[in-house]
């Protein structure tokens, strides 16, 4: 069983530019979630995808955007990059079973200068 | 006020102790709640889920207490690789909650 996997690992990005992120669910998940996670604090809930559908949001701009495909692997879509988007960016995956807790990638570190 | 509050520590305890962690949720529509554990620098993995009831993993034990809205972690006979951090987690229909984490270290 292949767990979440993201990519890149690292990237570095400049002001105003654009990004896409990439996630692979775990085998048999079928809802994807993405967190925004800056130095010392938790990870803040950017939306959640079930079945192609984005039906959870969290309190980022329409800037941060997403897909989820077919095969249940997703895509974060951040435009105009700020300074303060420099973070570790999550992806989670989990079953339709609730009582189940998500299954995190290892994250991408973005770094926008 | 945050929606899920933790206490951030940092919590230091000696092998052997004893700790407890609480976090305290604002929605009273929550639906499930889990506690995370996050190393340094490595993403969130899941530790256990929470029940009313109250649930049992070993030396790690997990409380809800719904009417006054908070979880809490217990953990006993505390080991070196018990030092992390430990995320508390609530869920509502489709949006999940993280706390900021609470810090501990366990020493020889």
């Known amino acids: 069983e292949t767990g979440v996997t993201q990519s890149p690992t690292h990237l570095i990005k400049t002001r105003g530019q654009q990004v896409t992120l990439r996630c692979s669910s775990q085998?048999?998940?079928?809802?994807v979630s993405w967190y925004q996670q800056a130095l010392g604090q938790g990870p803040q809930f950017i939306f959640q995808?079930?079945?192609?559908?984005?039906?959870g949001r969290g309190n980022f701009p329409p800037r941060f955007s997403g897909l989820q495909f077919p095969n249940y692997s997703s895509e974060l879509n951040v435009n105009a990059l700020e300074l303060d988007d420099s973070a570790l960016y999550l992806c989670?995956?989990?079953?339709?079973?609730?009582?189940?807790?998500?299954?995190f990638g290892s994250g991408t570190r973005l770094t926008v200068v | 006020r945050k929606e899920v509050e933790q206490d951030p520590g940092p919590f230091n305890v000696p092998e052997g102790a004893t700790v407890a962690f609480n976090c305290t949720y604002s929605?009273?529509?929550?639906?499930?709640f889990f506690w995370y554990r996050q190393d340094c620098r490595k993403e969130p993995k899941l530790l256990m889920s929470v029940y009313s009831s109250g649930n049992e993993d070993g030396r790690f034990t997990a409380q809800l207490n719904r009417a006054s809205q908070y979880i809490s972690l217990l953990i006993r006979d505390s080991k070196l690789s018990d030092s992390a951090t430990y995320l508390c987690?609530?869920?509502?229909?489709?949006?999940?909650?993280f706390g900021d984490g609470t810090t501990l270290t366990v020493k020889p």
């Open positions: 085998s048999g998940h079928n809802t």
């Open positions: 987690v609530v869920n509502n229909a489709g949006k999940s909650t």
């Open positions: 989670a995956s989990r079953s339709d079973r609730r009582v189940y807790g998500y299954t």
């Open positions: 929605n009273s529509a929550s639906q499930s």
């Open positions: 995808y079930y079945r192609e559908e984005e039906n």
